[in-house]
């Protein structure tokens, strides 16, 4: 960002709003799996107790299946009409921030050694997406037009 050279990769829009500090909404997980989106949209705008669910996921740790609870005693707490917004935000919890907080940490922590984590607080996190990956393709009919 400083010596103006972009970054040949790019991170999923929910990294760059961790980077912001922004709490992770269930839209932003459409970025990083379409089909588990649309599962828990589907949860909010249903029912669930029809699929007998828990406050527990199923992960996979070094090749071994393990459960997870997502709050404390959650594989005896059934997920209802009442609890699924809660449960909705656990899972994006998990998915987002648990599963990878040391390795946010130290990204940051390293970020922060090249660029103040308090000048991209300025930006929002496509301004930041822009700012830090650059334009993917340029569309010079956009340019032309506006």
Not at 29 to 48: F, G, K
Not at 49 to 72: S, Y
Not at 76 to 83: L, P, Q, R, S, W
Not at 116 to 145: A, N, Q
Request: proline share 3%; aromatic share 12%; with cysteine.
């Amino acid at each position: 960002v400083f010596h103006q050279r972009l970054i040949n990769g790019f991170f999923i829009r929910p990294f760059y709003s961790m980077m912001l500090g922004k709490k992770i909404k269930l839209p932003d997980m459409e970025y990083v799996d379409a089909e588990y989106h649309n599962s828990l949209v589907w949860i909010r705008d249903n029912d669930p107790e029809c699929l007998e669910l828990t406050f527990q996921v199923d992960d996979e740790v070094l090749g071994k299946r393990v459960n997870k609870e997502l709050v404390p005693g959650g594989r005896d707490i059934k997920v209802t009409e009442a609890n699924k917004d809660e449960y909705i935000e656990s899972i994006i919890n998990w998915r987002f921030i648990l599963q990878v907080e040391e390795q946010m940490s130290s990204f940051l922590q390293g970020f922060n050694d090249v660029v103040p984590l308090s000048y991209i607080k300025l930006f929002d996190e496509v301004d930041l997406e822009l700012l830090i990956s650059g334009v993917g393709s340029i569309d010079v009919k956009d340019w032309k037009d506006n």
